[in-house]
């Protein structure tokens, strides 16, 4: 009798667009790392391959940046870059050789044309599916904050979004807007929130002490030149310095606090952590015209292991966003134990729940009270969000989003996306 071998089940397909990993290591960068970072180990479990798209600048393989050196991960560098006035007619040319069967594109906008992935006798040769993440419409709602070059770049959403055979919104909010701003087919939305890296919890001091002598040592020394002990705690501001980050309201909130504060009561400092964005100067203008030059700290950008080490210190972190897609900064603190102050508008009621305090995004008054309360009460608000934070934040999962963006993919399982 003759035998016959079984054939291997076939599998789906799915190149990931990790280009910006190389220029940007914040925002959209963080959110390819994590996702990816839980997506690669699925890949035999799952029955698909996953091949990462990465710049040509990048020297590492992705198992490298990933820090997942057993992990299978296929990978191809792309000459295209992100953003370039040419690639959507670059980027088609460079993924027609042996291109995926679907490919997700973490940055907004896939390329408009999307050469065949493969050939079924039924139905003939078939382009590449394409899912996109929208993070936030920001741009939209503030274009005056824009420069020339990211509206250029941003102003194809409509296009992309109507392009994509599904797109990945990071919060409700983002998908009221995909919706009602982009008349996309709420049918072909999903909601898949983002989550906190899992290295953000609640330190012990001895944790805290031994990242002050090693991996957080250059943004203690900056803290300490500016004569801040971090043990006796400060108010946290987290992100890049730009017009929608509502830095104003904050730095004026922040004076009238201060003003508040008794001759003999030693006021919070403020630590901006964050590098600079667009129109970042205006608010180096307003803080001097403040007479804040003594009182603020600003960092810069700072790493991972550096923000971890700034959240456990912190008395509490305040962001007054005027618009966040989802905005991790918030999750992160309360992942740490440490009290959220956010503006109660856009995702970040959704991000912080009851967990954190809401409050109107301009309302000088209000933010001057919370700030005052969230120091003079510092000892009791953070005993409390040390052990509410942690539990709120871990119902958000980058492994339960990695699983929902694969079925995600596997809705574009006929039978011509399989090979």
């Not at 996953?50 to 490298?64: D, G």
């Not at 992942?335 to 000088?364: F, M, N, R, W, Y």
Request: glycine letters at 6%.
């Amino acid at each position: 009798m003759k035998n016959y071998k079984k054939s291997e089940p076939k599998k789906l397909r799915v190149g990931f667009d990790a280009r910006m990993v190389y220029y940007r290591q914040a925002g959209i960068g963080q959110y390819i790392l994590n996702l990816l970072g839980e997506l690669a180990p699925l890949q035999a479990e799952q029955n698909f391959s996953l091949t990462v798209y990465q710049s040509r600048k990048e020297a590492r393989l992705p198992t490298e940046w990933l820090k997942q050196p057993n992990t299978k991960l296929a990978s191809r560098k792309l000459w295209t870059p992100p953003h370039h006035r040419l690639e959507q007619v670059a980027l088609p040319l460079e993924l027609a050789w042996e291109g995926p069967a679907v490919f997700h594109s973490p940055d907004f906008i896939p390329p408009f044309i999307r050469p065949t992935s493969s050939f079924n006798p039924l139905t003939g040769f078939r382009k590449i599916g394409s899912v996109i993440t929208i993070h936030d419409l920001a741009f939209l709602h503030f274009p005056h904050l824009l420069t020339q070059e990211s509206a250029r770049y941003y102003g194809q959403v409509e296009k992309g979004a109507k392009s994509a055979e599904w797109v990945i919104a990071v919060s409700e909010s983002t998908a009221r807007d995909v919706v009602n701003e982009l008349g996309i087919d709420p049918e072909k939305i999903r909601v898949i929130y983002e989550a906190a890296n899992p290295l953000f919890r609640p330190l012990s001091e001895p944790e805290l002490v031994k990242l002050e002598e090693g991996a957080a040592r250059k943004v203690v020394a900056k803290l300490r030149e500016q004569g801040l002990n971090p043990a006796d705690g400060f108010l946290l501001f987290v992100s890049t310095l730009e017009p929608r980050k509502n830095l104003p309201t904050l730095l004026r909130a922040y004076r009238h606090s201060l003003d508040e504060f008794p001759a003999d009561v030693p006021p919070p400092r403020l630590v901006l952590a964050g590098r600079e964005g667009w129109l970042f100067a205006e608010i180096y203008r307003l803080a001097e015209e403040l007479g804040l030059q003594k009182e603020l700290i600003w960092t810069g950008g700072v790493e991972t292991t550096e923000l971890l080490w700034l959240y456990n210190r912190a008395t509490c972190l305040a962001m007054p966003s005027l618009y966040e897609g989802f905005g991790l900064p918030p999750l992160e603190a309360l992942a740490c134990g440490t009290p959220a102050l956010v503006a109660a508008t856009s995702s970040l009621p959704e991000v912080v729940g009851e967990v954190g305090q809401k409050i109107p995004p301009e309302d000088v008054s209000a933010w001057a009270t919370a700030l005052h309360y969230a120091w003079t009460e510092r000892l009791v608000r953070k005993a409390e969000m040390r052990q509410r934070g942690p539990v709120w934040a871990a119902r958000f999962s980058w492994r339960k989003a990695a699983l929902e963006t694969l079925e995600v993919y596997k809705l574009l399982n006929q039978d011509f996306y399989f090979r």
